[in-house]
């Protein structure tokens, strides 16, 4: 496995996705993991240190890394010290694009453990299936009596069939998740709205849903630090948490190998 870091300091600004506070992320090269760092808390990135998984994922104080996480392993970024002015990642235009100007930098070389065996978790109707492989990954989205599947290779596939996919909402559950605090640093062009037939806003993808549950997915498996082309992935009907749970099985896999 080669470790990469970012080349430079390279700095974002927008609202947070959900609180819609202003936030300034600063990501720094570093040589010691991914971290996220808010005042004087440095939070590393990993299954062991998330708090909260309720419509993000959250490690320690910090909301919303699935996107960061995500463009992370899209890039095979490996080290690196997020600097959070506030402890929520910004919406940016609600998918992982953005991140892409990140300029990789390689590290050397470093021995990565894979799980030996697959690994299984279902859980509320969904499920997620991983073995060693090739970066071969799927995911199944359904919405009202509409099921679509995407199917990528990573990270070959990433900044263009996935980094773009946008996060979404069921138009019909928009007020009640505003009256929450949920998606407040969302704009109209940053969210993809669904109605009872379809996307009532201009969809950048027919399968734009599927393909934004895998940009999360590959978001929360990769705390694990696993990079993604060493994993065949398949998922259906899952969400944050079952995602994290499964990172944990993943990460205590490795563990018993050593």
Aim: a neutral charge; aromatic letters at 6%; hydrophobic letters at 35%.
């Amino acid at each position: 496995m080669i470790r990469r870091t970012v080349r430079e300091p390279v700095t974002y600004s927008g609202r947070g996705l959900h609180t819609g506070r202003p936030v300034t992320v600063t990501i720094h090269p570093s040589d010691t993991g991914i971290a996220f760092r808010y005042d004087d808390t440095r939070v590393p990135a990993s299954p062991s240190s998330v708090t909260d998984t309720r419509w993000r994922t959250t490690l320690g104080a910090v909301g919303t890394v699935e996107h960061l996480m995500s463009a992370f392993a899209g890039l095979g970024i490996t080290d690196a010290e997020v600097e959070l002015s506030y402890p929520e990642l910004p919406a940016l235009d609600g998918s992982a694009a953005h991140y892409l100007t990140l300029p990789p930098q390689p590290l050397g070389e470093a021995e990565i453990s894979l799980p030996r065996r697959e690994i299984k978790v279902e859980a509320s109707g969904g499920a997620i299936t991983v073995r060693p492989g090739s970066g071969t990954w799927a995911y199944t989205f359904r919405h009202a009596t509409k099921i679509q599947t995407v199917t990528c290779q990573l990270p070959q596939d990433y900044p263009a069939e996935v980094a773009p996919a946008r996060t979404f909402a069921p138009v019909d559950q928009v007020p009640a998740l505003r009256a929450q605090g949920l998606g407040q640093g969302l704009e109209e062009t940053s969210v993809l709205l669904l109605g009872p037939h379809g996307p009532t806003t201009t969809p950048r993808f027919p399968d734009e849903p599927a393909r934004h549950k895998l940009l999360d997915l590959i978001g929360d498996l990769y705390l694990t630090g696993i990079p993604i082309n060493l994993l065949d992935v398949t998922a259906r009907f899952t969400g944050h948490t079952t995602n994290v749970r499964m990172a944990e099985l993943l990460a205590s896999a490795r563990g018993r190998r050593r």
